[in-house]
C-alpha cells in the first residue's frame, strides 16, 4: 500500500495493526545522498572511527521513503507465510526545514522512477520522537486549562498585558464594531483582517475581558498567507462545550498528522519484533537522526541508542557474508542474493501477499522501499530455510539467529565483518600499517621504492600527498620505524597514532594546544568514563 | 521553449541567436530555498549588512530554472514587439555535488505545477564559467598534443610510469592476450574488462610503448559502472586521424552538454542587453553564485562582480516603487503590476509570440520561470510606455531609463529603496535606534516602561531576549543613552555601535581578542584600502 498524507489517517490503524500481528518485519529506507565517497577510503580504520566520519559525511541528508512488510506464519498452514507491504513517502512538510540533497543520488533515484512530485506535495510528515510527545504533552494541557475556564464561566486575563497608547485606538475601534455587531439582529458573526499578530492578541484578550458573556472570538485563516479573527455570539454553555470538544478533536487530529510517520517509528520500536533489514549500517545511521535528534559523536552510545529503540535487529547482508551461506550465496548484493536464494540451491516457502500492495517477486521495483522490504524479508526466509530454522522459530527469540542478531554489516574496512551492537567490535591488529605523507609528484612507484626494505606492500591512497602502507610480511612491522630513515617533505606514522590524532578523544585534546577550555576537557574525561560501564551491562550478551 | 538536456544542443544556437537579437530579454529564475526568516527581520541594517547576511543565509540553494524571453520590436511595424521565451531547467547532474533544499519551497513550487521528476532525469547541466574555460582549455590542449603525436608516429612516454614486480605478471597477461589476438585473423577486438584503474594504466603504457604501430587502445564503459579496454588492430594514418578528429568532436560535444547551460550565462554577458527582472536581488545572488562561485563576502565587490558581467540590469519592482508610476500600480508585487498594466490606466502594446512556447498573458503559469520572464517583459513595456518611451528606444542606451537601471529593489529595509550597484546606497540615519537586550520574560509594554521618558518608540523584535527600538521624536535620540539608567540583565546599545560589532570589517576585528594571525589583518586592510577606489571609478553614473 502506497502511504501518503492522502491516506494516512486511514491506513495508520492496518500498519500498526500488521506490526503487532508480525513474526518478524521486512524494512528498506530510500534517503536524498548517499556520498559515497569510495576513491578516499579509510580500510584500517576501527568501526569507531568509520561511524564518527560516516554520521559526519551524511549530514542532513534525510529518509524520504521507508519500506516495510510485516511477516507471519500463515494461520491455517504453518509452512506458509503471510505478509503486508506499506511504501511510505516521508516528507518534512509545512515546516521550514532544510535538508540536503545529493545530485548523483535524486538523478539516480528519479531514473528508478521514484515520483519526486508525489514526495513533495503528499509525503507524510515526522518529527523527532521527543518532539512528537512534547507536542501531544503541550496540546493536552492547553485542552485541559481551555475546558477548565468554559466550565468556570471565568476569563483566565493572568497572561493579559496593558494595551500601549498607540494600539488603543485599534482596540477601542473593535470594541465598536463588536458593539455594532451585538446590536444586529440578523449578523451571524464578523471578520477582523486586518490586524497584525500584537493587535489581535490585544483584540482577543479584550474579548476575553469585556465580552466574556457575549461573544466568542477564534483565529481565521486568510488568503496570502495572512490571519484574521471571526467573531460569533456566544452560544449557551451545552453548546459552547460540544463546539469546544469537537474543536479539540480536530486539533488532535491535526496533530496526529503533524506526528505522521512517527507514530510508526514508535510503533515498530514497543513492539520489540525481530526488524530485518539488509545493509543496513547507513539506514540505521538515518532512522535515529531522523527520529531521535541528533547523533552521539560516540559510537557506544551509538549502539545503546539503536539497542534501547530497536533490541532485535538482523541484518541480512551479514547473515549471508557469515559461515555456511557465504558460498552457498555469492555476492551479497540484495538483487544476488534474491537471484540464489531462488535458485535450486534454496527452498522459498510459500508467501501469500495480503493488503492493497501485492509484491511479488516477478516485480521489477529495484529501490522501491516498499518493494525492497518485501524481497528483504523473503530473502531472510530463505536463508533461515537453509540454516533449518523452522518457520514458527522465526522471530525475535529464535534462539539459532541470536549469533547473527544485532550484527551490522560494515563495508570496506580490513579485517572487519561488522558492527556489534551488543558488545564491543573487532579490533584486528594494524602493526603493520602506516600512514605516509608525501609530495604530490610521488606515483606508487615512489612509496614502493621508500618501503623496499620492507617486502611487498598494499597501498591506499588518500589524496594526492597521502596513503596507508601495509606491508605484507607483518614480520617487518616492527623495524619500520626503526630503519626506514628521515627524507624532507615524506612522513611515515604507525597507523595506532595516526587514528588516535584523528579521533575526538580526550587522549588527543590533552595533545594539542590549549584551545578548550578547561571546563570541556573535564567533560570529555566524565563522558568516556561513564561510557564503558553504561553500555554494556554484564548481562549484555557479548 | 522548455529546455531539457534531451533537447539543449538543439536549441542553444536559436537561444543564442535571440539573445543577439534582442532589445531586452525578460528573466526569472526559480531556486530550491527562499528561507524567508520574515518574524526576525533587520530593518534597520544598511544594504551592506542586509546583503552579508541573506548571502550567508542562501548558501548551498540552487537555482534550478531559468526563465528567458527575448523582446525586439516588431520587423514590420515599429509600434509592435515580438518575442520568444525558452524555460530552462538546470540541475547538476552526473556530477557528486550536494546543494540544499527548503521544505516549504518545494513544497510551494511541487503545488505550483513544477516537476521535479523532470528536472532530476532531464535538467540540463552547468557549471561555472571558470571551470567551463578550464575545461575547455584542457580538452583542446589534450586533442593537440594527441594529434601532435599521431602525426609523428612516436609515442610519448614521457609519463610512463615503472611497472611494480607484483603486477608484472598481470602486464604478461595483458601482452599474451594482444599477441594471441595480433595473430588471429578473425577476430575484430579484444576487450579488457577485469583490471583495475592502476592496472589499466600499466596496461595503456605498455600498448604505446611495445605496441604502438599494431594496436590501438581506448576505454570502454561496462556494466555497473566498471571500466575496460577495447583492443584493435591499428588502421592506415588516414584512417587514424579520421577515427580521431570524430572521437574528438564527440567529446567536444560531450562537453558542451557538460557545460551547458553556462554558455546562456555567458552569453547574456556578452551581449551587454538590457537585462529586465523583477525584484531581482535574490536573483542576482543565485545567479552570480551558480555561474561565477562563491560570492564575496564585501557588498561593493558583489556589485562590481554583477555590474562587470551584467553592466544594464533594470528590476522592474524598483522601477514601479518609483515617481510616477508608484500611485498608479499600487501593489508592487508581479500578478498585481500585470493586473494594473492591463487596466485602462495604461497601454500595452501588440506583442506577438514566436517560437513552440507562445505564452499569453491569459496563461495561468505564475513560477513557471519561463513565463514570469514574459510577463515580467511585457509589465515592462506597458511601465516604460506609460513614462512615454518609444519602442525603438527601449534598450541598454534608453536615457530615460538611465535613473531607473542597476537599482534593485530591497525588500524591508527602513528608508531604503533599492541597492544601487553603481554607486553608494542611501544611509538614512539610524541615531533614533537602539538595540536593546532583556530578560525572556519581558513583553511590549516592558520594552514601552523602559523608554517611557522618551516618547512613543517602535519596537522590532529580534528574538525573545533582544528588539530594536526606534524612537518616534528623533529629538530624544542624544539623551537616551545619558539618561536611561542602567539595569541588570538589560542592554541598550545605539544602532550604529551594535552594527559594527556585527559586521565583518577589520574595524571590528581589531576590538576583539587577537585569534586569527597578523597575516590576515594585513589582508583585511589591504582589502578595505583598494575596494573604495576601485569599484566606482570617476566615470561611473552615481
Known amino acids: 500500500m502506497e502511504i501518503l498524507e492522502t491516506n494516512f489517517n486511514e491506513k495508520l490503524p492496518e500498519i500498526l495493526e500488521v506490526i503487532e500481528k508480525a513474526d518478524f518485519i521486512g524494512i528498506d529506507l530510500e534517503f536524498t545522498g548517499l556520498n559515497q565517497t569510495s576513491t578516499f577510503s579509510h580500510p584500517f580504520a576501527s568501526v ?3 561511524y564518527n566520519r560516516i554520521q559526519k559525511t551524511f549530514e542532513g541528508f534525510i529518509v524520504i521513503q521507508l519500506g516495510i512488510t510485516a511477516f507471519w506464519v500463515h494461520p491455517d498452514d504453518e509452512k ?4 503486508k507491504s506499506f511504501n511510505i513517502y516521508l516528507y518534512p512538510r509545512g515546516r521550514k526545514s532544510v535538508f540536503r540533497f545529493e545530485g548523483s543520488c535524486l538523478d539516480f533515484l528519479a531514473g528508478n522512477g521514484f515520483d519526486f512530485n508525489k514526495l513533495f506535495t503528499k509525503g507524510v510528515a515526522y518529527c523527532s520522537v521527543h518532539d512528537a510527545e512534547k507536542l501531544k504533552g503541550q496540546l493536552a494541557k492547553k485542552h485541559k486549562e481551555k475546558r477548565k475556564q468554559l466550565i468556570s464561566k471565568e476569563p483566565d486575563v493572568s497572561s493579559h498585558i496593558q494595551v500601549p497608547e498607540q494600539e488603543q485606538e485599534v482596540v477601542n475601534k473593535a470594541c465598536e464594531e463588536i458593539d455594532k455587531f451585538l446590536e444586529s439582529a440578523d449578523q451571524e458573526e464578523v471578520v477582523f483582517d486586518s490586524y497584525n499578530g500584537f493587535q489581535r492578541k490585544l483584540i482577543y484578550q479584550t474579548i476575553e475581558g469585556k465580552y466574556f458573556t457575549q461573544v466568542s472570538a477564534s483565529p481565521k485563516d486568510l488568503e496570502r498567507n495572512r490571519k484574521g479573527i471571526v467573531i460569533t455570539r456566544k452560544k449557551t454553555l451545552d453548546e459552547e462545550i460540544k463546539l469546544f470538544e469537537e474543536k479539540c478533536q480536530e486539533e488532535i487530529k491535526k496533530l496526529e498528522t503533524e506526528i505522521g510517520v512517527t507514530h510508526i517509528f514508535q510503533a515498530l520500536s514497543k513492539s520489540r519484533k525481530l526488524l530485518v533489514c539488509h545493509n543496513m549500517f547507513l539506514d540505521l545511521i538515518y532512522l535515529m537522526r531522523q527520529f531521535t535528534g541528533p547523533l552521539p559523536e560516540d559510537l557506544d552510545e551509538f549502539k545503546k541508542l539503536v539497542h534501547d529503540f530497536f533490541p532485535n535487529v538482523l541484518d541480512t547482508k551479514h547473515l549471508c557474508t557469515k559461515e555456511v551461506l557465504k558460498e552457498v550465496v555469492g555476492s551479497s548484493v540484495l538483487p544476488h542474493v534474491l ?11 510459500e508467501i501469500e501477499s495480503l493488503g492493497d500492495q501485492k509484491y511479488t517477486l516477478d516485480d521489477s521495483k529495484e529501490h522501491e522501499a516498499g518493494y525492497d522490504s518485501f524481497i528483504t524479508g523473503v530473502c531472510f526466509l530463505a536463508l533461515t530455510n537453509h540454516l533449518g530454522i523452522l518457520p514458527k522459530d522465526l522471530n525475535a527469540n529464535c534462539k539459532k539467529l541470536k549469533s547473527f542478531k544485532n550484527k551490522i554489516f560494515v563495508l570496506g574496512l580490513d579485517n572487519i565483518t561488522c558492527c556489534n551492537l551488543t558488545g564491543p567490535d573487532e579490533k584486528p591488529s594494524r602493526e603493520h600499517v602506516f600512514h605516509v605523507t608525501f609530495p604530490s ?15 611487498p606492500i598494499q597501498i591506499k591512497w588518500i589524496n594526492e600527498t597521502s596513503a596507508y602502507v601495509a606491508l605484507q610480511q607483518r614480520e617487518y612491522s616492527q623495524s619500520v620505524m626503526k630503519s ?3 627524507y624532507p617533505g615524506v612522513t611515515v606514522v604507525p597507523y595506532a597514532e595516526y587514528e588516535d590524532a584523528q579521533s575526538p578523544h580526550e587522549d588527543r585534546k590533552r595533545k594539542l594546544p590549549v584551545s578548550s577550555s578547561q571546563e570541556s576537557g573535564e567533560k570529555a574525561v566524565k563522558k568516556a568514563k561513564t561510557t564503558t560501564s553504561k553500555i554494556f551491562p554484564e548481562n549484555s550478551d557479548w
Open 339 to 349: 537471484e540464489a536464494c531462488r535458485s535450486s540451491l534454496f527452498q522459498l516457502p
Open 484 to 486: 626506514i630513515g628521515r
Open 48 to 50: 569507531a572511527s568509520f
Open 80 to 83: 506458509k507465510f503471510q505478509c
Open 441 to 455: 609528484t610521488w606515483k606508487n612507484t615512489d612509496i614502493i621504492q621508500h618501503f623496499k626494505n620492507f617486502g
